[in-house]
């Protein structure tokens, strides 16, 4: 009998069952035209807040001000129901929302997984075109997915650190990467 892998086994199995804690990271992206996009995200689980920025704008969220988006001239609130939504690369942090757990809309099949120190290492397929193959890495350590890479994109965390909810907020933690 075959164990079908969501987020949800993972986090049982493989005992990253305790809360995450606020992280911090560069987030690296390889676009669809080749070039790397550099940023910086954090991320407090406990608090629901988030905050993602890259070369262009800042995109954030946090429970009293709601979703945000903002560049070097004004702050934006977003309008209209953005419940749940977040950046693609910021998803990285929240694994349970990428497209590969098996649910009806996902586009992606774990066909392969396999345990390497922390890191859990899967093999993923696409659902439309089977010749098609990706990648995910999870850091059993940081709880988040340090690399997603398919045929078109690459999204990869580095620099991944706790950030003191405590001692710095999450506005300021993101200007000391």
Same mark, same amino acid.
């Given at each position: 009998m075959t164990?079908?892998?969501t987020w949800d086994y993972v986090v049982q199995t493989v005992g990253m069952d305790s809360p995450t804690p606020a992280l911090s990271a560069t987030v690296e992206t390889l676009d669809k035209f080749g070039q790397w996009?550099?940023?910086s995200a954090a991320v407090n689980y406990e608090t629901d807040e988030w905050r993602f920025q890259d070369e262009t704008c800042t995109w954030s969220h946090s429970p009293q001000a709601g979703w945000t988006l903002s !560049?070097?001239?004004?702050?934006?609130p977003?309008?209209? !129901?953005?419940?749940?939504?977040? #950046?693609?690369?910021?998803?990285?942090?929240?694994?349970?929302?990428? #497209?590969? @757990?098996?649910?009806?809309?996902?586009?992606?099949?774990?066909?392969n997984a396999a345990a390497d120190g922390d890191d859990l290492h899967l093999t993923l397929l696409y659902l439309p075109d089977p010749d098609l193959m990706a990648s995910a890495t999870i850091s059993r350590r940081w709880r988040v997915v340090t690399?997603?890479?398919?045929?078109?994109?690459? @999204?990869?965390?580095?620099?991944?650190? #706790?950030?003191?909810?405590?001692?710095?907020?999450?506005?300021e933690a993101l200007f000391e990467l």
């Open positions: 164990t079908k892998l996009v550099i940023g !560049n070097e001239v004004v702050t934006i977003a309008s209209g !129901n953005r419940e749940g939504w977040k #950046p693609e690369a910021l998803k990285l942090f929240f694994p349970a929302e990428l #497209p590969i @757990w098996g649910r009806e809309l996902d586009e992606w099949l774990i066909a690399a997603f890479i398919t045929p078109w994109q690459e @999204w990869i965390l580095t620099d991944i650190m #706790p950030v003191s909810a405590a001692s710095t907020p999450l506005q």
